[in-house]
């Protein structure tokens, strides 16, 4: 069996405040970034619960994880879970694109309590294999089950001498420096969860894929293993970490957190280049920070969004995900979904009831030399909103004429200018080739006013002539 290293410990082997609204275009999810791992946690008081979604791709008998836990794990305390869950919470909490259109300036002027550009975003049992073998080598194997389509088995160890060569015995072929990494773990007294595919239960499944595992233990750690994922790694990986708490915001403790840049104006032509725009730009801000900062990405209560990317997550679907405070709120998929009065369009989507649970989501791009220590977290009180959010601002095109219009046209070479230069520092794309494609994109930097030159009398009149 083949150990493929992907993520934290996770081994593939061999209030609201202010409103933001403008209309939501775009999203930057996981599936962006190439073998990234999605990852998330429900913590509260004690308890946690990790969720793992797998995107492995190979023969299925190949595959199996070995996850540092710090407890046992009972098979009670295993779940396989949703994939379209952990994608919802994906999707919900992605950065995001929006757009703006500039009212007519000469209405604009009139209305001075309006300001000229809209806020900006705030601030069953089983025979066990090797048992015997297990025990000489001073590995003890203290549960083994089944649940789903996985046999698990939850392993202690007194030396790693012992663990390295039952696991390779036993067909886990561990990386070189696996040795030193279980060491440390050992000396922490953390059990470890490993599991690997029963391809007659994936056979009898019916699914053509792995399906997620959850963990659920209570121990006073709070912490994400992510070293054993980086000792094969090519390169940076990618790990998407989105937590589920009743208090506030998720932070690390051992490294610094750097929101993602966000409420930036950027030219028109990146809402059909969004993803390599945010690709680009996270690329950037990670080579900035050495690749040794946790990025924030989102942070807010699940009761309301704005503007959402996704329809809020039900509250079942939290708790399947380890929110265990959240109260039952019944129904299912055939609960009827609240629909606005006809004509209206809400830029808040309420969810289906009031939600206790705020997200945080954390994107980390790591290598073992710049994330040398696992990731040790703490709950905050925290709650102030936060999200990545890239703006478009389509300029005013129709007929105006006032003073206002006139100095309103001449400011938009500059505010153009303005975007081509943010858009530059924030990816590091040559400026030149931005301006060329706002040119061609619809935005040119000559936007000239449309002037009526008909006579008052049939402006006035225009709609009684038709």
């Known amino acids: 069996m083949r150990f493929l290293f992907v993520f934290a410990a996770v081994l593939f082997l061999t209030a609201p405040a202010h409103a ?14 190439n073998e990234a791992s999605k990852v998330v946690l429900a913590r509260h008081e004690e308890r946690t619960v990790i969720t793992m979604a797998n995107d492995y791709k190979g023969d299925v008998s ?56 809209p806020m900006a975003a705030m601030s069953d049992a089983v025979g066990v294999p090797g048992q015997a073998s297990a025990e000489a080598l001073g590995v003890t194997i203290e549960e083994s089950y089944t649940v789903g389509e996985y046999d698990i088995l939850i392993l202690s160890a007194e030396q ?45 499944s019916g699914y053509t894929y792995l399906r997620p595992i959850s963990v659920a233990y209570e121990h006073e750690k709070f912490m994400l293993p992510i070293r054993l994922g980086t000792l094969n790694a090519k390169g940076p990986q990618d790990l998407i970490l989105m937590t589920i708490t009743k208090n506030g915001r998720v932070e690390p403790v051992n490294y610094r957190t750097v929101k993602i840049p966000t409420g930036e104006d950027i030219p028109l032509f990146v809402k059909d280049e969004f ?22 990405e989102y942070a807010w209560d699940m009761a309301w969004c704005d503007p959402c990317a996704a329809d809020p997550v039900p509250p079942e679907d939290l708790r399947r995900l380890g929110a265990w405070w959240i109260e039952d709120q019944g129904g299912g998929p055939d609960r009827p979904t609240p629909r606005p009065m006809p004509g209206v369009a809400p830029m808040i989507a309420p969810a289906p009831a009031p939600v206790n649970a705020f997200i945080t989501r954390m994107h980390v791009r790591y290598t ?29 095109t129709g007929g105006a004429e006032c ?11 500059e505010r153009f200018e303005r975007e081509a230069k943010t858009l530059a520092n924030l990816t590091g794309w040559d400026i030149g080739d931005i301006r060329k494609k706002m040119g061609s994109g619809g935005q040119p930097f000559d936007i000239k006013p449309v002037i009526d030159d008909r006579p008052w009398w049939e402006q006035i009149w225009q709609d009684d002539q038709q």
């Open 20 to 33: 933001f609204c403008g209309f939501y275009v775009a999203k930057a999810d996981a599936d962006l970034f």
């Open 62 to 117: 190949e595959f199996a994880i070995v996850i540092p836990v710090p407890t046992t794990v009972k098979k009670s305390q295993v779940n396989i879970a949703s994939s379209k869950v952990i994608d919802h919470l994906d999707a919900y909490s992605a950065p995001r694109l929006v757009e703006y259109y500039d009212e007519n300036p000469c209405k604009m002027a009139a209305r001075e309590r309006f300001m000229a550009a």
């Open 160 to 204: 790693s001498d012992g663990l390295l060569k039952w696991l390779n015995q036993e067909g886990y072929k561990l990386p070189k420096g696996a040795k030193s990494v279980l060491k440390s773990y050992i000396k922490q007294d953390m059990k470890f969860f490993v599991a690997k595919v029963n391809l007659k239960e994936f056979d009898k």
């Open 275 to 296: 993803g390599e725009f945010y690709k680009a730009m996270f690329e950037q801000q990670a080579k900035e920070e050495d690749y040794e900062a946790v990025f924030l």
């Open 368 to 396: 073992g030399e710049s994330f040398p220590e696992d990731l040790i977290l703490q709950t905050t009180d925290d709650r102030e909103n936060f999200q990545g959010r890239y703006v478009l601002r389509h300029p005013w």
């Open 403 to 413: 003073y206002a219009a006139s100095e309103y046209y001449k400011s938009l070479p």
